[in-house]
């Protein structure tokens, strides 16, 4: 799947990061010159490809390749992954991928994150004084890659965070009331309805033990101002930034020094 792309990573790299920083940054909001310092076009290529190969585990090789030549496996998780779901998307959108390559891809990816960080991405509850954040994915939503992304840079920075995907009205008000949260999550995509999202919010509210602030984030921000998200739905914030979120819940964000001084991850 030669593109412009490819030509500008072998004779561009400068730019190639440029282009690519513009699929990371609407995913996790981080900032360009990060991306330009984190993203090797190189590996970028390697890896989309080997997402998207017929062999099953070219992917897995060019992940341990990457991991033996020195790249962080955070780096991978919080860069690499939304930049490559993203491109997929992109291709699908102008008929350059099908659906069911794009449904391999991202799958590939998904195992990428839990080879990743086998932490990161279970529901292992941390010690008693983590903060706890129940993170929802709307039923009959396809991009539960994003949530697991987000769900992996929550527990990086301390988080205890139970991940629900696609779960119905009453399956989360069951949750709220056998467990203690500290806030609610909701990673909402462009194709989903204010009022969809009204009625997820409405159920947390009447259903949560105590009252709990709900952070409504996801590519829904790409196309709906934050103000138009809080005021439609009842969500008490919106925002596609994780640390933001938890300081806008009052809840402390732990450093990945300071993890690791308490022996975390």
């Known amino acids: 799947m030669a593109d412009s792309r490819s030509s500008d990573a072998k004779n561009e790299p400068v730019g190639a990061v440029t282009q690519l ?21 190189k590996l970028y290529e390697l890896l989309r490809d080997s997402a998207l190969s017929k062999d099953p585990d070219a992917c897995k090789r060019e992940v341990s390749k990457a991991l033996q030549a020195g790249t962080r496996p955070e780096d991978l998780a919080d860069f690499y992954v939304p930049a490559l779901a993203r491109d997929m998307g992109d291709q699908w959108c102008v008929d350059q991928l099908s659906f069911a390559g794009v449904t391999i891809g991202v799958s590939r990816l998904q195992a990428m994150m839990r080879e990743l960080g086998p932490s990161w991405t279970s529901d292992n509850a941390m010690n008693p004084t983590s903060n706890t954040v129940l993170l929802l994915v709307p039923r009959e939503v396809y991009h539960t890659l994003g949530a697991i992304v987000l769900s992996s840079q929550l527990r990086r920075m301390g988080v205890s965070v139970k991940l629900i995907l696609g779960g119905k009205p009453e399956d989360i008000a069951q949750r709220l009331n056998r467990t203690n949260y500290q806030a609610v999550f909701i990673s909402a995509s462009c194709g989903e309805t204010l009022e969809s999202l009204r009625r997820i919010v409405h159920s947390i509210k009447t259903s949560a033990k105590t009252p709990l602030p709900v952070v409504i984030g996801g590519s829904i921000l790409d196309v709906e101002t934050r103000e138009n998200v809080t005021a439609l739905t009842g969500a008490d914030y919106a925002t596609k930034i994780p640390d933001e979120a938890l300081r806008l819940c009052g809840l402390q964000v732990k450093t990945h020094h300071q993890m690791n001084a308490k022996g975390g991850t």
Request: hydrophobic share 30%; with cysteine; net charge negative.
């Open 21 to 41: 920083a513009s699929k990371v940054r609407p995913i996790n909001d981080a900032k360009s010159d990060e991306i330009c310092e984190k993203i090797d076009p």
